[in-house]
């Protein structure tokens, strides 16, 4: 299936800066404030769930474009940052961190401005939030480029480490995911490389009437439908896949009067190959209890000595009320496989390319 989604020109107001660094970005200095424990009523528990706390920041900057954090790529090394916002901003920096994987600083912030597919930012028009606003973030295999999920747009590609010169290019969808209602797009992007070919994943933020969050799965240049059962009202907010083929799944649950929650699923490889609607295990949960925030932003990688990492980033929404956060954990255990007979309906492992549907 080869559709051709429609593409309206990006505008983004970029206020007037100085230096520019690199191409187009901005330096912004930040201040930040380390996080010790995550419990706030017991700072000795470091275990929740199948996760063990390393770490954390609060960040501020005084610059409004670093603000709004909505999705999260690493490096390899956990080290380099890029985040995308929902001003249409890139936003990458560097996370220093200690030998145990606590980070301890956030480094060479850069901001830029996301260029439409004429190669301009349109600083003299700025267009209303929903026609930038920027929800997910994945990288396409030797971070050659980037895909990004745009609310109300779709997904776009955008080449080049950093892309911060590179135009947008559109990713043609399939019926089921451009008919998703306004500003409840896709919220999750996701991509693997499996024998140098890529796997593309990606699914809305919340859930139809059937209690069914929808999704879809690029596989030799053709979408495949994806369902996620929605669970006690979160929607999705971000997706990262692990070195085995599982794939860890953000959510969030706003809840008043009470607060904000936070959940990750692990959806099985075998799963993700099937037909049957997905649903997986929970690895993790926190609430108002905890060092939390608005979690829109998930990234993952292997450190030095073998242990799976998770980095959450938090969407401060430009309110005087949330903040900026940067949350370390580690896999505790390797966690349970889906048996086989878990995985209705199933295929081939995923392995196809998605450069054809992206140019």
Do not use: C
């Not at 940052?81 to 480094?107: H, K, N, Q, Y």
């Not at 992007?189 to 699914?203: P, Y």
């Not at 009470?258 to 649903?279: H, K």
């Amino acid at each position: 299936m080869q559709l051709a989604p429609g593409l309206v020109a990006l505008a983004l107001a970029m206020p007037a800066a100085a230096a520019e660094p690199h191409g187009g970005a901005v330096a912004v200095p930040v201040q930040t404030r380390a996080l010790s424990h995550f419990d706030l009523s017991d700072p000795s528990r470091r275990r929740f769930g199948d996760l063990d706390f390393l770490g954390g920041l609060v960040v501020r900057a005084s610059d409004e474009r670093f603000s709004s954090l909505s999705g999260l790529t690493l490096d390899s090394t956990g080290t380099r940052m890029l985040a995308v916002s929902d001003f249409g901003f890139w936003i990458s920096a560097r996370i220093v961190a200690a030998e145990d994987g606590r980070p301890t600083d956030l480094t060479d912030v850069l901001v830029a401005p996301m260029l439409d597919a004429g190669g301009k930012p349109r600083p003299n028009t700025p267009l209303p939030k929903r026609l930038v606003d920027a929800e997910a973030i994945a990288a396409l295999p030797g971070r050659t480029g980037f895909i990004v999920s745009m609310e109300g747009r779709g997904l776009v590609r955008f080449d080049g480490d950093p892309p911060f010169a590179a135009r947008m290019k559109p990713v043609a969808l399939p019926p089921w995911l451009t008919r998703l209602p306004s500003n409840r797009g896709i919220e999750a992007v996701a991509t693997r490389s499996v024998n140098g070919e890529s796997d593309l994943v990606a699914f809305a933020e919340t859930a139809d009437r059937d209690g069914r969050i929808r999704g879809g799965v690029l596989k030799a240049g053709r979408w495949k439908a994806l369902a996620l059962k929605a669970r006690d009202g979160f929607s999705v907010t971000d997706a990262a896949f692990l070195p085995g083929g599982d794939l860890l799944v953000l959510e969030r649950l706003y809840r008043r009067p009470l607060g904000l929650y936070m959940r990750l699923r692990r959806i099985g490889a075998l799963d993700l190959a099937g037909t049957a609607p997905l649903d997986g295990l929970i690895v993790a949960e926190a609430d108002f209890g905890d060092e939390i925030d608005n979690m829109e932003g998930l990234g993952l990688h292997r450190d030095p000595a073998g242990r799976e990492l998770v980095t959450l980033v938090s969407d401060d929404n430009r309110s005087m009320l949330q903040r900026t956060l940067i949350l370390r954990f580690a896999l505790a255990s390797a966690l349970p496989l889906p048996k086989p007979d878990q995985a209705a309906g199933r295929a081939s492992a995923l392995g196809s390319t998605i450069d054809s549907t992206m140019r």
